[in-house]
Antibody, heavy 119, light 110 residues
Framework: EVQLVESGGGLVQPGGSLRLSCAASGFIFSDYFIEWVRQAPGKGLEWVGRSRTKDASYITDYAASVRGRYTISRDYLQNSLYLQMNSLKTEDTAVYYC??????????WGQGSLVTVSS | QTVVTQEPSFSVSPGGTVTLTCGLNSGSVSTTYYPSWYRQTPGQAPSTLIYNTETRSSGVPDRFSGSILGNKAALTIAGAQADDESDYYCMVYMGNGLWVFGGGTKVTVL
């Protein structure tokens, strides 16, 4: 059974940092694009970024809104994906979903982790 | 900056048919954008309905279909049921490794 379990969310002050984790199981981790998608309270979905497959050298891609502040990394031994978030702003407050992508848009979603940026 | 456009809301009668669209503020959506559709009910994570323009995800009833209509991607829900009430999001691939969501359409069945 495919599972994606996010952890690490919580309350952080503006300007602070936080690292989210996504533990993957039930599939060959290196064969899939793994993404982060977020949703601010009461708002729509926003694609944050992704880690490509092993064959694509795990290259990372980022949305313009987070590029330079967020870093996505993989630990292929732990089958985990990470999202390091720096210089956080109040508008980064959202539920962050870990998502497996394949076949041109077929996505499997984790249950999400809430990040609140507030003083 | 490219914006992916969706109707903010749609209402459909039980048993009726509704077509949601997904466009670009500049240009046309084609199959090369790999348009996909996701459904989300309150408090839940999204789930995939349609990917790669028209491929239904496993377990999705054939009442849901994806297509390209004119210069937009489209999601058609036929024979609408009460539990089709959800938010529906489209997503397209913009190239250079980047994906973008539309703003979502809230569908009401009444």
């Amino acid at each position: 059974e495919v599972q994606l379990v996010e952890s690490g969310g919580g309350l952080v002050q503006p300007g602070g940092s936080l690292r989210l984790s996504c533990a993957a199981s039930g599939f060959i981790f290196s064969d899939y694009f793994i993404e982060w998608v977020r949703q601010a309270p009461g708002k729509g979905l926003e694609w944050v970024g992704r880690s490509r497959t092993k064959d694509a050298s795990y290259i990372t891609d980022y949305a313009a809104s987070v590029r330079g502040r967020y870093t996505i990394s993989r630990d292929y031994l732990q089958n985990s994906l990470y999202l390091q978030m720096n210089s956080l702003k109040t508008e980064d407050t959202a539920v962050y979903y870990c998502v497996r992508e394949s076949e041109g848009g077929k996505r499997f979603w984790g249950q999400g982790s809430l990040v609140t940026v507030s003083s | 900056q490219t914006v992916v456009t969706q109707e903010p809301s749609f209402s459909v009668s039980p048993g009726g048919t509704v077509t949601l669209t997904c466009g670009l503020n500049s240009g046309s959506v084609s199959t090369t954008y790999y348009p996909s559709w996701y459904r989300q009910t309150p408090g839940q994570a999204p789930s995939t309905l349609i990917y790669n323009t028209e491929t239904r995800s496993s377990g999705v009833p054939d009442r849901f279909s994806g297509s390209i209509l004119g210069n937009k991607a489209a999601l058609t829900i036929a024979g609408a049921q009460a539990d089709d009430e959800s938010d529906y999001y489209c997503m397209v691939y913009m190239g250079n490794g980047l994906w973008v969501f539309g703003g979502g359409t809230k569908v009401t069945v009444l």
